[in-house]
């Protein structure tokens, strides 16, 4: 099994509609993050969380919330999509001062 | 702005040769330079890193050269295999800080 297990593996939405991606981790780590990746930009922070009570925002957090409920998991809303939010979503975790583990990705379309 | 500059965007390497991806960044706080490897349908993992208080670090086929004067770095992969075809992401961070800049990768492509 995955360390760090992201679902839906893929999703095709329209715009408007409300989206919730998740990322559960058996890792036992603290800290877990969430990514965006658009060809030619490398990876994004959207949002990051420290422990269960800390939530930060990243460096493209505009559209998109989070919610850390539980040490082990760790959600990415969007509210109300947009085309421009079609791209490849991940969630990484990891401990203190140590490198990050990323899941295998959300693969996310918006007509 | 880019805080973490990184070329080439793609990279065609024959079966035996020398891969070189090269990054630059601005931000003299940068304390951890990691690399991620990258296949498709996967996540990036971890596959070498390097802190400033050297200027070299070589696992197995992969080196990292630093050059903290220039503000640069750089992964080398001798003996490319076609295995090694994926996208490699440079990265940067302040270890106090734990927040991880990402380069913007290279698509390298090892052919027979």
């Known amino acids: 099994d995955a360390d760090v297990t992201q679902t839906p593996r893929n999703r095709i939405t329209k715009t408007g509609k409300r989206i919730m991606l998740e990322c559960s981790q058996t890792k036992g780590h603290d800290r877990m993050y969430w990514y965006r990746q658009d060809p030619g930009l490398g990876l994004q922070l959207i949002y990051y969380?420290?422990?269960?009570?800390?939530?930060n925002k990243g460096e493209i957090s505009d559209g998109y919330s989070v919610s850390r409920q539980a040490q082990a998991k760790f959600s990415l809303s969007l509210e109300s999509a947009i085309p421009n939010q079609t791209a490849l979503y991940f969630c990484?975790?990891?401990?203190?001062?140590?490198?990050?583990?990323f899941g295998d990705g959300t693969r996310l379309s918006i007509l | 702005q880019q805080q973490v500059k990184q070329s080439p965007q793609s990279l065609i390497v024959q079966k035996g040769g020398i891969s070189i991806i090269n990054c630059a960044y601005e931000?003299?706080?940068?304390?951890?330079f990691p690399w991620y490897q990258q296949f498709p349908g996967k996540g990036p993992a971890l596959l070498i890193a390097i802190r400033p208080d050297v200027s070299e670090k070589k696992e197995g086929r992969f080196t990292i050269s630093f050059n903290k004067s220039a503000k640069q770095f750089s992964l080398h992969i001798m003996d490319s295999q076609p295995g090694d075809s994926a996208t490699y992401f440079c990265a940067a961070s302040i270890t106090s800080y734990d927040k991880v800049i990402f380069g913007p990768g290279t698509s390298l492509s090892v052919i027979p």
């Open positions: 931000n003299t706080a940068f304390d951890y």
């Open positions: 969380s420290f422990d269960v009570k800390d939530i």
């Open positions: 990484a975790t990891s401990d203190a001062n140590q490198p990050q583990h």
